[in-house]
């Protein structure tokens, strides 16, 4: 079934459609089948959280959006499962950021770098970094932290949407200010982040560029008064409580 072929009307249209994205991601070269395995688990916890974006998300998108204005080398990291479900979204905000576009694989290849950059260029985006190679993210075996020197080695913020756990702590030991996108609260990775946002990178993405947009005017201090309001470990109870509270029942009716 294409992704056309989904009737919208479908209860689970919206999940239906990402299966399909990420799939076709596979059969292009540029999704791991580990990301299929990634899918799968992000489909669960948004199940629960009810497939939609909380207000502690939005909150937490807000306040990456006043991170990435007052960075100075803001680099958002893509990713297999970036690239086939988010593409135009990920090159729009970046344009709403003025942040660099950077490939960078857990199971890194240079045909798979290779092809998502090409993907990333038919959705938009002029430059793509990633091919290069030159620096590393210390404390990884050499395959798992190989960055781009004037990229991620170089950024300030990074936003890091469905990073695994230890990068995200090496990130976090280099010292970046790290934004990650990922459905489960429970995960390192978002236990990690200076800006934990729990919800869909689908919903996500857009979300965070949409409150970039919104505050292209706000002072510095404003921008980092949302900053210093924000708190990351409050935003990850507030989605563990959803949970817990079932909010999913209310999703499809049932
Ligand atoms: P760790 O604790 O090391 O971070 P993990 O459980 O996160 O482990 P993975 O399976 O590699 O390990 O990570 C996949 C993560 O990506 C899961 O937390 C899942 O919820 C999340 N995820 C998958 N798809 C999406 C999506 N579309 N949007 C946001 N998060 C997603
Ligand atoms: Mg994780």
New binding site residues.
């Given amino acids: 079934m294409t992704e056309t072929a989904v009737p919208e009307d479908h209860p689970r249209y919206a999940s239906l459609v ?1 299966r399909h994205r990420i799939e076709a991601g596979v059969e292009k070269g540029i999704t791991s089948k580990q990301g299929l ?3 799968g ?2 489909e669960a ?1 948004d199940y629960l959280l009810g497939e939609r974006t909380l207000p502690s998300a939005d909150a937490a998108a807000r306040a990456a959006a006043a991170t990435l204005l007052l960075a100075e080398r803001p680099v958002i990291s893509v990713n297999g ?1 970036v690239a086939a ?1 988010a593409p135009s979204e990920t090159v729009d905000l970046a344009a709403a950021v003025a942040a660099d576009l950077e490939v960078n694989l857990f199971n890194h290849t240079d045909e798979r770098v290779r092809r998502i950059a090409d993907h990333l260029r038919q959705h938009g985006a002029d430059e793509v970094k990633g091919l290069a190679g030159d620096g590393e993210i210390p404390g990884l075996d050499h395959a798992r932290g190989v960055v781009d020197a004037d990229g991620i080695e170089a950024a300030d913020v990074v936003v890091v ?2 990073e ?3 990068r ?1 702590a090496a990130l976090d030991a280099m010292g970046k200010t790290e934004i990650v ?4 609260p429970g ?3 978002p236990r990690t982040a200076d800006v934990p946002i729990i ?4 919903r996500a993405v857009p979300n965070v560029a949409a409150h970039a947009r919104d505050l292209a005017d706000a002072t510095p201090e404003a921008l980092r008064g949302i900053v210093d309001e924000f708190d990351a470990a409050a935003a990850l109870d507030a989605a563990e409580a959803a949970i817990r509270e079932g909010s999913f029942a209310d999703a499809d009716g049932s």
């Fill in positions: 990402t395995i990634a899918q688990r992000g916890f499962n479900l949407p469905l695994d756990g230890d995200a996108i990922d459905l489960n995960s390192r990775s919800d869909n990178l689908i």
